[in-house]
């Protein structure tokens, strides 16, 4: 094992990424804590104005130049953003390196993939007729109108109005909470990063990290003006615990919980979500009802092949060896 870790070093093109003297490291036991907040680095920044997000006019296209100029004229903001995202790279290159198959990996993963899209057909009838024998009940919709439409017939079965939820990019696409709204039924995001933007009205900014262009002090102001919070205080435990004490009540009152779903196994019939909070296991199995929002594209066709897509998703994703 030794050796292997060794070779594993000797071919890291930016030896650096070992941070072997990093003084912001976090060490238990002699060794470094590695997962996604050990390995951060702390970062710093002085208060500025947030520029919002890109502006939206109608069915016209958008014009990112714009919104990109105007985040870079925030000198705090554009220097924290590339900070934070050269970090979320330091901790996957790190994490990459010290797996000696990682090329073998994702070249078993892209093959894996390719497969399932050839055969997308079986898999997906595979996959409805197991998933129906657990008692799971399989909805197809044809575009994101129709999966909110579908949504909403079956929280209005259940007389839901309140409805929890995790991560999901495909709402997102979806334009779910909005539909929602137009309703009558309220959806709260318990992902911190998507909280945060929605009490703050903005749209995710990236996939995995959806408030990263924001600094600590923005989220201080968004949730003083949201939750009540100290508005001068911005440190990341007080902020992070009074958003969760503000959402816990809601999580144990909600009618229903929905997630998004990273795999769906079609020998099984099951399907995966993977969460680094916590909350997607609260929005699945706090409320009586639970609905799982997938695209077509998370088929996987065997359970062997989710050891595959696991060791390289966390890594990847956030730079961490392993999520729950």
Known sequence: MSTVREKSNDA???PELRAEDDPDAIIRDGRRLDHAEGAS?????RPEPQPRGAKVHGNR??????AAARFI????????HDE???????????????IPEWEELRSLASAIKEHTL?????????????ARSNGIHVHWARDGAEHNQIVHGILRDHGAKLLIKSKSMLTEECGFRPYMASVGIEVIETDLGERIQQLDNEDPSHVVVPAVHKLRTDVAEVFARTLGTDPGNSDVHYLAEAQRKATHPLILN????MTGCNFAVAETGTFVVCTNEGNADL??????LHIASAGIEKIIPRLDHLAVFVRLLSRSALGSPITQ
């Open 118 to 130: 050839t055969h997308l057909d079986e898999y997906l009838d595979q996959f409805e007729a197991n």
């Open 84 to 98: 934070r995202l050269w970090d979320l790279r330091q901790k996957r290159d790190r994490e990459m390196h010290g």
């Open 61 to 66: 296209p958008i014009d990112q130049a714009e």
């Open 73 to 80: 004229a925030a000198p705090e903001h554009e220097k924290m």
């Open 12 to 14: 890291m093109l930016h």
């Open 41 to 45: 680095k702390a970062l710093r920044a």
């Open 283 to 288: 929005s699945a199995n706090v409320p009586k």
């Open 254 to 257: 909600a009618d229903a919980g």
